[in-house]
């Protein structure tokens, strides 16, 4: 499983950051982030010899990563991927013996590390072989990494049991990554928060040519959110704090 999809929130500019934040303060979107971030949808542990912890993976920049509150770090219930070309930096962090933060040097790197995480289709505990940069990123992990008490998720430096299952992936941020993330193959769906208005930003998400992606009508990102959410999403334009904005779906052609 290498396929994943952008989380982002732009204006009519692109424009999603300013000064290392969000150039708005909008409950509803961030509320739709932690939603479809969070929440999973296969939850099958039928076909595992071993209970599996289900969760989605986000994978971001060091930035991004430092410009989420505190008291938010790490996002909860997510597996949280920071991509830093510093292997050293979750050194002197709270987040460095916790189970689900891991460090990656690059995107690539990060897909691998997840991929490696997943439960082989023979449903043997034990890990399958890990791509030389997924071996790079394992080895940043802490080691042992305990999910619950007494359940190891890496045993080592050098290779990792499957006791989490990452149902999906989502990169969110920031910019570096998305200008990479949107020239993947791997990357599938971009979930676009649309701001109706244009405003002071200095970092941008990149212009998506028509030939690679699709952007859906209004109707059909609706539709298309809450069957892959599988709950009612609101729909249509959205007012808050000032701002008038809609959920916005591309797809791959």
Known sequence: MRSFS???????????????????RLRKDMAFFAKITSKVINNNNQQHHQPLKHLNACIMGR????????K??????????????????????PEKNNPLVALAPSLEAALDLIESLQPSSSDSSQSSSLSAAAMAAASILPSPLPLVPETPVVTSTSSITPKIHID?????????????????????HIFLTRIHTTVDCDTFFPKL?????????????????????????????IEEAGFNYEYTVYNRI
């Open 168 to 188: 999906r992936i989502f990169l969110i941020g920031g910019a570096q990554l998305y200008d990479q993330g949107v020239s993947s193959k791997d990357c599938h």
């Open 6 to 24: 952008i989380v982002v929130a732009a204006d009519l500019a692109n424009g999603i950051g300013l000064n290392g934040g969000l150039p708005w």
């Open 209 to 237: 040519s028509e030939s690679e992606y699709k952007l859906l009508s209004s109707s059909e990102s609706h539709a298309f959110l809450e069957q892959y959410l599988q709950e009612p999403v609101e729909g249509g334009i």
């Open 72 to 93: 938010f770090r790490p996002l909860i219930s997510r597996f949280n991927v920071i991509v830093s070309r510093n292997p050293h930096y979750l050194d002197d962090k």
């Open 63 to 70: 930035r991004t990563w430092e410009s989420i509150p505190t």
